[in-house]
């Protein structure tokens, strides 16, 4: 057994971290949010014994709307800058907004297929039923959907942007909202300045909003009216920062550095 051959991949191994995000996020990423969530929930259910079951699976289930829709659109792209057709289908007549739409078409497709078999599964294994929202439903599931796409735009137009170095963020940046979603638990429970935050971002009232109607019968609408509105606003600066960043990847040789 060579000490310096176990050096060289040592070093071999260090040069491959400190230059690969992905490597960065595997190793802290993940752990960070999940200290940060389970310890809110923690805090929370220590509070709040009786709810912990129905908590956990509304935010489940309204979690993996926005997830599997971003996600969509992000692969989406990245499938066509891996298999090298990014380039190929802009030099016919498809536009960006095309682009775009059929994209958010197919993280639509796929997130309510999701909901539904896993909205069956929570009924028929949990007796929890998300359809007590009633008429709720349909308004928090588009609002989901909505910010789950200007995500998608965002995050897309970061790796025309920056490039392959950042393609982790792909499936790991949205998860970065979790902990100031409010998704498993509500935002008094978090600190001062991650309930700031939480305040700028839909998904907050999405979740508070169908907590408070799932345990009190009540329908919050001024959160359903500041989801919508916050959605609205979002989805525009998303497209817009979306088509300024393809633009300017197209003129700067991106798109086939991305693809070399």
Known sequence: MSFIRIKSLLWHNWYYQKRSLEAWVDVF????????????????????????????????????????????????????????????????????GEFLAAQMIVGFLKSFSVFIIISVIAFVVYDFSIYRLGLELPIHFINLLVFSWSAGMVITALIFRYGNKIQAFAWSLFFLLQPVAAVFYPIEVMPKFMQKIALLLPLTYVFEGARQKLFTGVTNVDYILIAIVGNIIYFVIAYIYFIKMFKRARESGMFARLEA
Request: zero cysteines; charged letters at 10%; hydrophobic letters at 55%.
């Open 29 to 96: 990423w993940w752990s960070t949010i999940a200290i940060v969530v389970f310890g809110l929930i923690a805090l929370y259910f220590a509070q709040n014994e009786a709810v912990k079951t129905q908590i956990i699976l509304l935010g489940i289930l309204f979690w993996e709307i926005p997830r599997v829709a971003q996600l969509s659109i992000s692969l989406g792209v990245l499938r066509d800058v891996w298999s090298r057709n990014l380039s190929n289908l802009f030099t016919t007549p498809l536009s960006v």
